[in-house]
């Protein structure tokens, strides 16, 4: 497993356990992104695609690519960015983790580990706001979630996902979820008596989290590795029971 380090929110203070995301290199290697001991992360108010990458390079192989730059969703609704530590990686580099084989990152954070019957969940790299859709909707299927499709023309009801008992709505861009979208999510959800999530890149609003909370919209944000992250009550609650929170 990679090493866990204490990184505390800078948008409300709380601290947390973070677990670096593992990556499988193009060799086969398993690779960690070193976070920097001390440095201090930044809330994302303003996602750039270009800010999101970090070209690192392989210890293993010596193969240089791109690679997204550790990211976490806090429970107050802040999108937090930690910097990498190339001098730990060596010029630059990636720093090995001790498990044979790639595996998909590892939870960070508070989050409930998936029921044991569960593969690992592979995730899809997000480079486009077409893969944020297509990362979304592997993560459904891997909750359980059968039959899960792009909905069509989400202009009649901003429903991007649908699956058996699901509707969701998937926000690739750069700015903060407001709270109408998430009361969109959950009046398509009363009105299909379906099961609904949310999945933001740039992460949600003060008012729309809240909103969510007093609702139970699940609520995920994603980084560019394309695994979500339960950033609510509801959202842990989904990845606990997968369908059957229906």
Request: aromatic residues 6%.
């Given at each position: ?14 601290d ?73 990686a ?17 939870p ?27 990362a ?20 009649a ?32 959800c ?38 979500p ?18």
């Open positions: 497993m990679a090493e866990s380090v204490l990184v505390r929110c800078p948008a409300c203070r709380r947390h356990r973070y677990t670096a995301p593992t990556y499988p290199c193009a060799c086969g290697a398993p690779l960690c992104l070193p976070v920097l001991r001390g440095g201090l992360p930044v809330e994302i108010r303003h996602r750039s695609w270009d800010d999101s990458w970090v070209r690192l390079r392989c210890p293993d192989c010596g193969r240089t690519d791109h690679w997204p730059r550790p990211e976490f969703g806090c429970t107050c609704g802040a999108l937090i960015r930690l910097p990498v530590d190339d001098e730990a060596g010029e630059p580099g990636l720093m090995p983790v001790p498990h044979a084989g790639g595996t998909a990152p590892a960070s954070g508070d989050v409930p580990p998936p029921p044991t019957d569960r593969p690992p969940f592979r995730p899809v790299t997000i480079r486009t706001g077409r893969d944020a859709l297509t979304a909707a592997q993560y459904l299927k891997w909750l359980g979630f059968a039959d899960v499709r792009l909905a069509g023309d989400r202009t009801n901003g429903i991007d996902l649908r699956g058996q008992g699901m509707v969701a709505q998937v926000d690739p861009s750069t700015q903060p979820t407001p709270v109408r979208d998430v009361e969109c999510l959950w009046l398509n009363v009105n299909e008596d379906a099961v609904g999530a949310f999945f933001s890149l740039a992460g949600y609003a003060h008012d729309a989290r809240g909103r969510a909370d007093q609702l139970g919209v699940p609520l995920f944000v994603m980084d560019l590795t394309g695994t992250q339960p950033v609510n009550d509801p959202a842990d609650a989904l990845i606990r029971s997968g369908p059957r929170a229906s």
